[in-house]
C-alpha cells in the first residue's frame, strides 16, 4: 500500500519553511556516514545528484529537480541540474551552515565539524522553526514505498532515523515530532508523480501543455472599468452590454491572452494610470489542470506590454471572427514548433480571406474551387458543405455550393451559391450571406491546415478549439439571429467528433439570447453583461441566465434595460399616461395633449387603450 496523495501535498505545505540544505546536503552527508572531527575524500557533488535523481525528480522527462523547501529563487522551486556543485556548493562552503564542515578547499576532503549539531539548531532557530518536520520529510522522501498496512506515523519517522543514520542527539535537538491528524495515511493505489505534478508550477525545460482554454482574464488601468475580472466558462461566455463599454476590448484581450500577439492594435493603458498599475492576468489551463496565472505589467518607458517568458499551457486551435469581417488565427501545431512564445498568428482583413494572402492562405475564391473540382479534397469540400448547410438560415433553401463561372474582369473561376432563383456569385451576396460563408469557410480551412501541419509535425490533432465571435449577429435578418448561435455551436462536432470547444461571444442582439433558451446550461455557460456606474465606470457582472420567453420581455430584461419595446416617442406617451393616471387631480388639457401623442405613436389593438379610453373619458376627454 501506499502513502495517499493528500498525505504527500501536505508535507510539501509543511516544508515550504525548511531550508533545502537539511532536506538534500544534510541527509546526503548522514548516509555517507561523513566523520566527526576529522575529514575524508567524499564526491560530494555526484552523491548529491544521485539523491536529487533519487527523490527529487517527479518529472522524468526534466532535467531539473523539485524542491519542496524555502526558496528566493525567480525560477521556483525547481533546481538546476547543476544545483550540486553551484547552489549547494555555495551553502556548503560559505555562510553559517559553512561552519557544520571540515572541508579543505579545492579538494574532496569533507568531514563534520565536532560541534555541527549546534550550528544547525543555530539555523533552525534562525529560521524560526522548532524542528525539521519528520513527518514531512519522511512522507515526501518515501512517497513510492510499498509499505505494510498497519504503517503508523512512529514507523514512518523511525524509517527515516534508520536510513540516514541520524543519532539520537540528532532527533533530540534537530528534529520536530509533531505530525497532523490525518486518519487513514494509506490506499491501494501506487503514489503517482505526474497526478503531483497537476499540482505543481512547470519544470523551466517543461513543453508547455497543449489544448488550453481562457480560465481568467483580469485587467487593471486599461480599458472602460479601472479593474475588470473576467472568468470564461467552460463552454460559452455571451458578453452583452450597451456599446463603448468594453465587449470588444474584452475579446482582443482574450486573443492576446490566448496567442501573445494583438489582432491589430495594443491595448494601451489610461494615461492618468500610476506606473506599475496598469496590467493584465491571464491563465490558461487543459481539461483539469489548474490554471496558472501570469501577470503581465505595461512599462511606459518602451510603451508597450512585457513579454511573458514561458507558457505552462497554450490553448488550442483558436479563431476570432472580428465584427468588421477580419480573422485571426492561431494554430499550436502550425506555430509551437518554431516559437512557443509569441508566436505569429495569422491576421487576414475582410479582403485576404476573400482573395488570399501569398504564403498564409489561398483565400475563399481559389480555396473553394480547388476543394469542389479536385478529387483528393473533396472530404474537405463535403465538410464545408456540411457547415453551410448547420448556418444556413431559415426560410431560405440551404446554403448549397453551385458551379464555379467566370465573371467579367476575373482572371480565376469565382464559385457560387444555389438559390431557387439562380446561381449567385458569392462576390454578389449579401452582407449577411458573405459573413456566414466566411465564417465557415475559415472554420473549416483553420482545421484543415491544422491537420496538415500536425501531421507535418508528427503531432496528434488538437481536441480542443476556442471561438472568439464579435457581434455574431451582424447583418444577418432576425430569422437568421435566431438560429445562428446553437448551429454554430454544432460545428465543432462537424469538423471532429473529438473537438471540443470553447466559445467567447459579444452580441447586442435579444433574439441571440432568446436562441439559447434550450441551449444554455448553467454548469458549462455563463452569460456576462456591462454597464455604466453613476461614477462613469463600465461595470463587469455575471447574470443568472434567465428565459424571459417573447422578445419584448428580453428587451425590457436587465441585459437590455429598455423601460418599454416600443419606439422612444410611444415610450414616453406612455410614461406620461401612467403618470397621470396615478395623478390625484390630473389636468384635463394633460389628459387631452397625452390622449394626442398616444394615438400618433400606439397601434390602436394596444393593449393599454382600454385602459386609458376608461380613464379619459372618466375625466370628460372623449376619444
Not at 574532496?108 to 544547525?120: F, I, R
Not at 541520524?166 to 535537538?173: F, G, P, V, Y
Not at 520536530?176 to 497526478?195: C, K, M, N, T, V
Request: charge should be neutral; glycine fraction near 6%.
Amino acid at each position: 500500500m501506499y502513502l495517499r496523495p493528500e498525505v504527500v501535498r501536505l508535507a510539501l505545505s509543511e516544508l515550504r519553511s525548511l531550508h533545502p540544505f537539511f532536506g538534500i546536503t544534510y541527509l546526503v552527508c548522514k548516509k555517507a556516514g561523513l566523520p566527526v572531527g576529522n575529514t575524508v575524500p567524499f564526491p560530494i557533488n555526484a552523491a548529491e545528484e544521485e539523491f536529487l535523481e533519487t527523490y527529487y525528480k517527479p518529472d522524468p522527462t526534466s532535467k531539473y529537480f523539485f524542491q519542496p523547501f524555502r526558496t528566493s529563487s525567480r525560477a521556483g522551486r525547481w533546481l538546476s541540474p547543476k544545483y550540486a556543485s553551484s547552489g549547494s556548493q555555495s551553502t556548503r562552503t560559505r555562510g553559517h551552515l559553512a561552519k557544520a564542515f571540515i572541508h579543505v578547499r579545492k579538494t574532496n576532503q569533507w568531514g563534520w565539524d565536532v560541534g555541527y549539531v549546534k550550528v544547525l539548531r543555530e539555523q533552525l532557530d534562525r529560521d524560526k522553526l522548532v524542528g525539521i518536520p519528520t513527518f514531512s520529510l519522511a512522507a515526501w522522501l518515501y512517497r513510492h514505498v510499498d509499505w505494510q498496512s498497519s504503517l503508523s506515523l512512529v514507523d514512518l519517522q523511525n524509517r527515516l532515523f534508520s536510513d540516514f543514520y541520524l543519532s539520537a542527539d540528532e532527533r533530540d535537538q534537530l528534529f520536530s515530532a509533531q505530525a497532523p491528524d490525518l486518519g487513514d495515511l494509506l490506499i491501494d493505489e501506487p503514489f503517482s508523480d505526474r497526478a503531483l505534478l497537476e499540482s505543481l508550477e512547470p519544470a523551466p525545460d517543461s513543453p508547455p501543455e497543449e489544448g488550453g482554454t481562457l480560465r481568467l482574464l483580469e485587467m487593471r488601468g486599461i480599458g472602460p472599468s479601472p479593474h475588470l475580472v473576467f472568468n470564461p466558462a467552460e463552454r460559452l461566455s455571451i458578453i452583452t452590454g450597451d456599446n463603448g463599454l468594453g465587449k470588444t476590448f474584452i475579446l482582443e484581450c482574450a486573443w492576446w491572452a490566448l496567442t501573445g500577439r494583438w489582432a491589430e492594435r495594443p491595448a494601451y493603458p489610461n494615461p492618468d494610470e500610476l506606473p506599475g498599475t496598469p496590467s493584465l492576468r491571464f491563465g490558461i489551463a487543459a481539461g483539469e489542470t489548474r490554471s496558472t496565472s501570469k501577470t503581465i505589467p505595461y512599462d511606459w518607458q518602451t510603451q508597450q506590454w512585457v513579454a511573458p517568458k514561458g507558457r505552462p499551457t497554450v490553448p488550442g486551435l483558436v479563431v476570432y471572427a472580428r465584427v468588421d469581417g477580419s480573422f485571426a488565427v492561431w494554430d499550436p501545431a502550425r506555430h509551437l514548433g518554431r516559437q512557443v512564445q509569441g508566436a505569429p498568428a495569422l491576421v487576414f482583413s475582410r479582403d485576404e480571406v476573400l482573395g488570399g494572402l501569398e504564403g498564409q492562405i489561398e483565400g475563399l475564391l481559389r480555396d473553394w474551387v480547388r476543394w469542389q473540382n479536385s478529387q483528393d479534397q473533396r472530404a474537405v469540400f463535403e465538410t464545408f458543405c456540411t457547415v453551410l448547410r448547420k448556418l444556413s438560415p431559415p426560410d431560405m433553401s440551404p446554403l448549397t455550393p453551385g458551379p464555379s463561372i467566370r465573371l467579367p474582369g476575373e482572371a480565376r473561376a469565382v464559385p457560387t451559391l444555389s438559390h431557387p432563383y439562380g446561381n449567385v456569385p458569392i462576390v454578389n451576396e449579401s452582407a449577411g450571406v458573405r459573413r456566414i460563408i466566411t465564417l465557415a469557410y475559415l472554420l473549416v480551412w483553420s482545421w484543415n491546415e491544422h491537420k496538415i501541419y500536425s501531421t507535418l509535425s508528427k503531432r496528434s490533432p488538437q481536441r480542443q478549439l476556442v471561438i472568439l465571435m464579435d457581434e455574431v449577429e451582424a447583418h444577418l435578418h432576425p430569422k437568421w439571429q435566431r438560429v445562428v448561435l446553437p448551429a454554430l455551436l454544432d460545428v465543432a462536432t462537424v469538423l471532429s467528433r473529438e473537438l471540443r470547444y470553447q466559445a467567447i461571444i459579444a452580441t447586442h442582439s435579444p433574439l441571440i439570447l432568446a436562441s439559447l433558451e434550450t441551449r444554455f446550461s448553467d454548469h458549462t455557460d455563463k452569460l456576462f453583461h456591462l454597464r455604466l456606474t453613476e461614477y462613469g465606470h463600465a461595470q463587469f457582472d455575471e447574470l443568472r441566465f434567465v428565459k424571459y420567453g417573447p422578445i419584448d420581455k428580453w428587451l425590457t430584461s436587465p441585459i437590455f434595460e429598455l423601460p418599454q419595446a416600443r419606439s422612444r416617442e410611444g415610450e414616453a406617451a406612455l410614461e406620461q399616461a401612467k403618470s397621470l393616471l396615478s395623478a390625484t387631480r390630473p389636468d384635463v388639457e394633460s389628459i387631452r395633449s397625452v390622449s394626442a401623442a398616444l394615438l400618433r405613436t400606439l397601434p390602436q389593438d394596444d393593449p393599454f387603450w382600454p385602459r386609458w379610453v376608461y380613464f379619459a373619458e372618466s375625466k370628460g376627454v372623449k376619444l
